[in-house]
């Protein structure tokens, strides 16, 4: 049982929870995730570890409510616990100072882009950030990223804010004017994270090759255990399969097949629709 | 005389039939979960204990890969001494009601039975089950647990630590608990029992049987901790630093493999591991009731010819499947899976495609639709002793499916081992220990089960246990290496 010791609402629909886990906090690096379980009949479901705290011994979630497992865990508040969470798990981020690197987080990927522009800070990096989301009211963390950052970019689907479109286009732009090599469009960045929505990072991924920018991706596709026992998260990074779980969760975008990765993030579709309609209409008969 | 009597005894004790074991329908049984034996009567078990010819020198015990004294517990049985007799069980076994389930007698003690020599062998894990299931019900009627030792039992001497949660890691901890050292049990998953729940489905082996099993290590003042991966939690370097003065490593054959033919990653295709784990651990099959999904299937091919392919082949059958094809590259003769296991697949309607084998998984809009294989014929035999197949040149054609389960095997899982750098692992990533003592190339680390055998048996796993605990004894009283 793990305690929730904070409870805040970034935005609509948006949650982080700040949980008391003392042994992972004292191993989690960025890029690592947590497998949680709400209740006794629920699912595994991966988050990406947003934050942690060694001394206070927490680790910080941000979930999104998608279905009825985000949403029963949308429910819960401060003081009340999420009955299994195991982690850290997944290979963490390779953090150096790799000179001059831009960090890209799109709608609730901005939560694990977050410990990774910090870390990369902190080694030295000067980390130029691009958050977005589709609408202001929708954006997270925007004072821990500015703070993380050496230089934060907003942009907004609907101009509500900064930038009017999707990260990639304005990547796109920022990188068009830092070509220091016409011949290869090579530019002053050395490395690019990218992280949101698997359509995000493919369109991310569609620019930085164009530049010749090293990429890397955090997947989020469907896990049961996390541990490498099943398979379900499986991927094909450079024509071969790897697993997210233990693999990744973070590759070389460059590599990845994000057709794949979408195709599977749909299997259970209809399945999640049933539930959540299911779940929502138990609620209704509650109040 | 009274040799001849004797004698006389033993020619009427013949003549009894081997009790058969009570069944749900097969017709029934393949569109529901509960349990397909449903277990002796008293008057079923009184029957068949009293086949049992209490041999002077009992070859059956030597059988028994944890050498249960079996003429003796067949004995209190025909004494109507049922309590006693489950008690002479743990004495060497700490999960008998599940041996009795999932053990291959066929091939280890009932297979030594001198009766089996011209007859049939006394049912021992019939009778293993009977009075395990017998004492569970009894307090279950009273509202009791059972308890070991009327919960009275203390650990206090040294710290030790087992990893991995399953048969092997059980019966370690039950023993060392025994013995009076505190034992921590660590478990990845949420719940405990590795293999036992997350692999072998209700119908073979109820999970509130290994649950109460479970119970009844946790009353031997076993702490068992799940939700830890150790190796990312905690290393095993920590563990000692943390006072823990040995490790047992029994972390199971936990990594599915693939083909790696071509479509093995659309939509529908599991790997056996991904498919019992949902419908197991995660009770998919009471999905929406439970929250995780599972594909159903129509037609449903399952790939493989061991006991982890008929478990996902009957399951799928009481998911719904219209057709469920096994699909093997061999004969049915070389099937590893239990002879028990085929025939009752075949009963519940399952459909053999043996001398098959999958050449490509043809998808249309990213799932699974058709699985490709090519037949094949038997030639000389190979290194295992069976005969190797050989793929018919031109033979290709399709098989029409909507899940594929792919249950070719499983290997050890690296994330614990890859963190010990000084652990000596052979070829395949299995840990190199002593099968006798169970010890590693790491001073204080002990390993057993499918984690250094690779993908065997339930009971296989409870020896090793049973062996590294006495081994693991010995070294914490003496400190030699």
């Given at each position: 049982m793990f305690k929730i010791v904070r409870k805040k609402e970034l935005a609509p629909d948006i949650t982080q929870f700040d949980v008391e886990a003392p042994l992972i906090a004292k191993k989690a690096l960025a890029g690592q995730f947590v497998v949680i379980r709400v209740h006794e009949d629920g699912e595994r479901v991966p988050l990406t570890i947003a934050s942690y705290d060694r001394d206070k011994g927490t680790i910080t979630l941000v979930a999104m409510r998608v279905g009825k497992s985000t949403a029963l865990l949308a429910e819960l508040n401060q003081g009340d616990v999420i009955l299994d969470l195991v982690g850290p798990l997944g290979e963490p981020s390779e953090i150096e100072n790799y000179g001059k690197v831009v960090c890209v987080g799109g709608g609730v990927g901005i939560a694990p882009v977050l410990p990774i522009a910090k870390e990369l800070k902190a080694a030295g990096c000067h980390v130029v950030s691009i958050i977005g989301a589709k609408t202001k009211d929708l954006l997270i963390l925007e004072e821990e990223m500015q703070e993380a950052s050496s230089e934060l970019h907003i942009c907004t689907d609907d101009g509500s804010k900064g930038y009017k479109g999707f990260v990639s286009g304005l990547l796109e732009d920022m990188l068009q004017k830092d070509i220091i090599d016409e011949k290869t469009s090579k530019t002053g960045f050395s490395k690019c994270w990218a992280i949101g929505p698997a359509i995000m990072m493919a369109s991310v991924v569609q620019v930085t090759k164009k530049y010749d920018l090293d990429t890397i991706v955090s997947l989020n596709s469907i896990m049961v255990d996390g541990t490498g026992m099943c398979g379900a998260c499986r991927v094909e990074v450079g024509g071969k399969t790897k697993f997210v779980c233990v693999d990744g969760p973070e590759f070389n975008g460059h590599e990845v097949n994000f057709d794949l990765l979408m195709s599977r993030q749909q299997i259970y579709c209809d399945h999640e629709g049933i539930c959540y309609d299911m779940y929502q209409e138990e609620c209704k008969c509650k109040k | 005389m009274a040799a001849k009597d004797e004698s006389k005894k033993k020619v009427k004790k013949k003549k009894i039939p081997r009790t058969p074991m009570p069944q749900q329908d097969p017709k029934v049984r393949a569109?529901?979960?509960?349990?397909?034996a449903t277990g002796y009567t008293e008057e079923d078990a009184l029957l068949e204990a009293s086949?049992?010819?209490?041999?002077?020198?009992?070859?059956c015990i030597k059988g028994c890969p944890v050498e249960i004294d079996i003429k003796e517990f067949i004995k209190l049985i025909t004494e109507r001494k049922f309590e006693e007799s489950l008690e002479k069980i743990r004495e060497k076994n700490s999960l008998p009601a599940i041996c009795g389930r999932v053990c291959p007698q066929e091939d280890q003690c009932e297979k030594e039975c001198i009766l089996g020599i011209k007859g049939e062998p006394v049912a021992i894990g019939r009778l293993e089950r009977y009075v395990a299931d017998r004492e569970f019900q009894r307090l279950s009627d009273l509202d009791k647990e059972c308890v070991y030792l009327d919960g009275n039992h203390k650990c206090t001497r040294e710290k030790v630590a087992v990893i991995g949660s399953g048969p092997a890691g059980l019966t370690c901890a039950a023993e060392l608990a025994k013995k009076g050292y505190r034992v921590t049990l660590f478990e990845a998953l949420h719940k405990a029992g590795g293999v036992l729940v997350y692999g072998i489905p209700e119908f073979r082996l109820p999970k509130d049987i290994v649950q109460k099993e479970i119970d009844y290590l946790r009353s031997m003042d076993v702490d068992l901790k799940v939700n830890m991966v150790m190796g990312k939690i905690l290393t095993i370097e920590e563990l000692f630093k943390d006072g823990y003065k040995a490790v047992f490593i029994?972390?199971?054959?936990g990594l599915p493999y693939f083909m790696g033919i071509p479509g093995e990653n659309l939509n529908g295709v599991y790997s056996a591991n991904e498919y019992l784990t949902r419908s197991?651990?995660?009770?998919?099959?009471?999905f929406p009731e439970c929250d995780t999904p599972i594909m159903k299937g129509e037609n449903v091919a399952v790939v493989g010819g061991g006991n982890v392919a008929m478990d996902s082949a009957r399951t799928a059958l009481r998911l719904g499947a219209k057709n469920v094809y096994l699909v093997y590259r061999r004969s049915e003769a070389e099937m590893p899976a239990r002879n028990e296991e085929i025939e009752h697949a075949k009963e519940e309607g399952i459909i053999l495609k043996v001398l098959n084998n999958p050449v490509e998984i043809i998808g249309k809009d990213g799932w699974a639709d058709k699985l490709r294989v090519i037949k094949m014929k038997l030639g000389e035999p190979d290194d295992s002793g069976r005969r190797r197949p050989i793929p018919i040149e031109g033979s290709e054609y399709n098989i029409d499916v909507d899940v594929v389960i792919m249950a070719i095997g499983q290997g050890p899982n690296p994330l614990l081992t890859s963190?010990?750098?000084e652990l000596k692992l052979n070829k395949w990533g299995n840990i190199s220990a002593d099968q006798e003592t169970g010890r590693t190339s790491v001073k204080g680390v002990f390993a057993g089960g499918d984690i250094v055998t690779g993908a065997a048996t339930v009971i296989l796993a409870m020896g090793a246990g049973m062996k590294a605990a006495a081994s693991m004894d010995e070294f914490l009283r003496t400190g030699e290496w």
């Open positions: - | 569109r529901n979960f509960k349990e397909v086949r049992c010819l209490q041999c002077k020198n009992p070859k029994s972390t199971g054959a197991n651990l995660m009770k998919a099959y009471k963190t010990i750098p």
